[in-house]
DNA sequence: ACAGGTATCACATCATTTGGGTATTGTATA
DNA sequence: TATACAATACCCAAATGATGTGATACCTGT
């Protein structure tokens, strides 16, 4: 969890990257009235984003996409190699799949659509400040439903009916065990390790080691 | 994305679990006084939760995590299980990664903090009828974390550097061909594909089939 | 022209896995 | 009580895999 709740009297120093000058100055403005932050820098472009970065040492950076010679996404990424606490929003018109996701594994900590900002805005800054992550609604449910895919195939796949030892001499064949050693684990006869594999083959339709120990580790079976 | 944008006129129906009576009555209250939200029921405890739901034909969704008898994690899979367009909110305490992803998962639609009911939960409930997926700013950050965590790992994750022949052979190996078999897809012989996976076992640094096949699907090699 | 890496093939030996069976015990259930 | 199933164990024969050693051929860069 980051760190970087602010203490009291210093101003919060922000740096605004957009390619829109009056966007910038809007935004300036708009965070200047509360008396709470201080503007450090605004650029049209992240040509030297390292340097601007390094130099002024912000809170906060409010992060278009689409600029020219080097994209919002980019950016991100450049920041983050040196920089792992400063707390990135993107401001942006994109609302596709695309943008959002490469943003956030570029590691924004968050995502504002600008037809948000003169709403949102102030108050997405409190939230990445207080370790938040701002999204417009849109946005997190597009974050949810893709961390929901993965599991939507899981609940749709069957068990096969393994008994509870059946999984249990999977799991370990599945983690790189031999017949012997499984035996040694689970203090049973080789033999008995046999036949339960033997059943496991039944169950699962395949033939050999390698084919029940691929479609488990495929089918999240362990 | 959803389809339950609601035409004007008929009220939002809504259905509240919780287990404590004076949460539900405020709940109740708060949402009568809008005028637009008509409550078909309030419960308890979810023992059933699939019965009522089937008879109501809820558009939203309020549910609790901790209640008796069945929990709302619980309560919301059953509902999924036959409901995939009511929006499902969670109201709770809980602010851990377990319960946030376990209800994530499940398939509910937005998690808020019951700390900010007051505030937020008529904004959230217009937010998940209109497609998006509200969530007090300290779980967004908790999801886009998670989502944030596999690339991290790929990213530090070393390729063993193995040759391409290697990869491709291991490729087959890890969907459970045999060395007949790959020797046959690849129209070598099988001695060579012995020697190949000799190759494999020493870079990979194991010992046999299921231990090379395990590490490559757990590592993402293939 | 030579060294180093890759891909190919072969032979041999020993260990492990697989595919048939059969059988005993205990537990749950119709 | 009879049946079913899970877990345990054993046997035999055949297939597959693990390991070592050696060899040929083709690139690539020096």
Redesign the interface.
């Known amino acids: 969890?980051p760190t970087s709740v602010k203490e009291k009297k210093m101003p919060v120093k922000i740096i605004i990257y957009d390619d829109n000058q009056n966007l910038r100055e809007s935004l300036s403005n708009l965070l200047a009235l509360t008396g709470e932050y201080s503007i450090m820098g605004s650029f049209a472009n992240c040509e030297n984003v390292e340097a601007e970065v390094l130099k002024m040492q912000p809170d906060v950076i409010l992060m278009d996409i689409d600029m020219p010679v080097v994209n919002g996404i980019e950016a991100v990424k450049k920041i983050r190699r040196f920089n792992e606490q400063v707390q990135i929003i993107i401001l942006t018109v994109f609302d596709d799949n695309t943008h959002v996701?490469e943003a956030?594994?570029a590691?924004a900590?968050g995502y504002l659509l600008k037809k948000y900002i003169s709403d949102k805005l102030i108050h997405a800054i409190q939230?990445v400040l207080?370790?938040?992550?701002?999204?417009?609604?849109?946005i997190?449910?597009m974050?949810?439903n893709?961390?929901?895919q993965p599991?939507q195939q899981a609940i749709s796949k069957s068990d096969y009916q393994l008994t509870s030892r059946e999984k249990e001499i999977l799991q370990l064949?599945?983690?790189?065990?031999?017949f012997k050693m499984i035996a040694a684990d689970l203090l049973i006869s080789i033999d008995t390790v046999r036949t339960h594999i033997k059943h496991i083959y039944d169950k699962l339709h395949?033939r050999?080691?390698?084919?029940a120990?691929?479609?488990a580790?495929?089918e999240k079976l362990v």
């Open positions: 969890m996701f956030l594994y590691g900590n939230d207080t370790g938040g992550a701002p999204m417009s609604p849109s997190a449910r974050v949810i893709n961390m929901q599991v064949l599945a983690q790189g065990n031999s395949v050999s080691q390698i084919e120990v691929s479609k580790i495929n």
